[in-house]
């Protein structure tokens, strides 16, 4: 059933979570590769993502789906190393990077071939950077959202990792953005990345801030938490898209604005989703904008890369809130 030419060790490092709790608990065991089926191939990973679900997972508070990998890591970049028979699409020897639903910290991972993009003239770190943020602000903001040219959208925590894809493709196709920041420097990153304006929640009121900047008419689509504010500030029948709750669920909640205004409040999760609906993503991901990456249009914004063994300090380094951009690990 598989094509394997090359000699491919018959065990793999992997970062496990010996139980659940703090970075230290991450450690490197070695296991048996994964076992190829239909429709998927074997990457060889160079560089894997680091993102906020892993640190759930560590902590017991994102249990994976029932037919993912328990190892953490949603998206990697690396070289097909063996594929299912059935696969046509891909070659033995193409780099690739990827979403999966966990595997990625690990020297080698399962790959389905429709949710695989070609890395083309991008390198393995910035490969690994990539598919989590552009996967989720694509079919939040575009998908559900349908962000159109010439609207204004305001995202929350603008230098985070989505955040910061947020803006990019927002401008990319078009639209105003507004983004809260949390510090002086982290300003002067989301300028960088081509924020129209740009507001320090710490110093100021974003609600106030962002209805002064749009004349008082709100936003069309809101990304983030705040719940309440973001009904303050969106305009008539705007879009408020929920792709996380780190402030917590609202203790309470006035729908009066979302009535008023007509808003649609919606909300995703990526992890859980289906192959078909992760594949479409991927689709108009390659259609719409690898072309943009490839030229040099967009970049990941990558804040740190660390080598596979130091995955705890790459753990504490996302815990410490002072994260702006990417972490990416480095399998050496």
Not at 35 to 61: H, I, T
Not at 87 to 111: H, R, T
Not at 206 to 234: C, E
Request: hydrophobic residues 40%; charged residues 20%; neutral net charge.
């Amino acid at each position: 059933m598989v094509n394997n030419p090359l000699n491919i060790p018959n065990t793999m490092k992997v970062i496990n979570i010996a139980e659940h709790g703090g970075a230290e608990k991450l450690q490197i065991i070695e296991q048996p590769l994964p076992v190829l089926s239909e429709g998927y191939l074997l990457v060889k990973v160079e560089a894997a993502g680091v993102n906020r679900p892993d640190v759930l997972q560590r902590m017991g508070a994102y249990p994976p789906p029932p037919d993912a990998s328990p190892i953490l890591g949603l998206e990697v970049a690396g070289t097909i190393v063996a594929k299912a028979d059935d696969v046509q699409q891909w070659q033995i020897g193409d780099n690739i990077c990827a979403l999966v639903a966990g595997g990625g910290y690990a020297e080698y991972c399962l790959v389905h071939q429709d949710i695989a993009l070609p890395l083309g003239h991008l390198s393995f770190v910035e490969g690994a950077a990539i598919p989590e943020n552009f996967f989720t602000v694509w079919a939040n903001v575009f998908q559900i959202g349908k962000l159109k040219k010439g609207e204004t959208v305001l995202i929350h925590g603008g230098t985070s990792g989505i955040g910061s894809v947020a803006i990019m493709l927002a401008k990319a196709f078009g639209a105003t953005v507004i983004t809260t920041v949390g510090s002086a420097e982290k300003v002067e990153v989301a300028k960088s990345l081509g924020a129209d304006c740009i507001i320090n929640y710490r110093n100021d009121d974003f609600v106030q801030h962002t209805l002064d900047y749009t004349r008082s008419q709100g936003v069309d689509i809101v990304g983030g938490d705040y719940v309440d504010k973001n009904y303050q500030v969106a305009a008539k029948f705007g879009r408020i898209i929920q792709i996380g709750m780190m402030k917590g669920n609202p203790k309470s909640l006035n729908l009066m604005p979302l009535m008023i205004k007509r808003l649609i409040h919606t909300g995703s999760t990526m992890r859980s989703r289906t192959v078909a609906e992760k594949s479409s993503i991927a689709a108009e991901l390659k259609q719409h904008v690898w072309g943009m990456l490839q030229k040099g249009e967009l970049k990941p914004f990558i804040n740190k890369t660390y080598p596979l063994d130091q995955v705890a300090d790459a753990h504490r380094h996302m815990e410490s809130g002072d994260l702006y951009g990417k972490i990416v690990l480095i399998n050496k």
